[in-house]
């Protein structure tokens, strides 16, 4: 088992930023892909932006340019710096870890994101 803990969310004003932080109870980043999902009122939860095992990183469309991720291996959390926030990024942002392409996924508890105009 391994459990996240997320941090770092808020409201904060269109054009701001926030760092969100999810940190593992076990050091697994070099087996598992680390991500960030948010879920809006009434819609489906989305991927915002992962990061390989390997490094490799990738982001959604809309959050390019303005979000960054990242991990600190040794504190064994994986952060996601939001710059240049807009009103329809908020949501709940989940941190998610992944294994084998869903062998194994957790979850953390998530974080509300509330951007106003």
């Known amino acids: 088992q391994v459990q996240l803990v997320e941090s770092g969310g808020g409201l904060v004003q269109a054009g701001g930023s926030l760092r969100l932080s999810c940190t593992a109870s076990?050091?697994?980043?070099?087996?598992?892909?680390m991500g960030w999902y948010r879920q809006a009122p009434g819609k489906q939860r989305e991927l915002v932006a992962v990061?390989?095992?390997?490094?490799?990183?990738n982001y959604v469309d809309s959050v390019k340019g303005r979000f960054t991720i990242s991990r600190d291996n040794a504190k064994s959390t994986v952060y996601l710096q939001m710059n240049s926030l807009k009103p329809e990024d908020t949501a709940v942002y989940y941190c998610?870890?992944?294994?084998?392409?869903?062998?194994?996924?957790?979850w953390g508890q998530g974080t509300q994101v509330t951007v106003s105009s």
């Open positions: 076990r050091n697994i980043f070099l087996l598992y892909a």
């Open positions: 998610n870890a992944d294994y084998g392409d869903g062998y194994l996924r957790y």
């Open positions: 990061i390989s095992s390997g490094g490799v990183i």
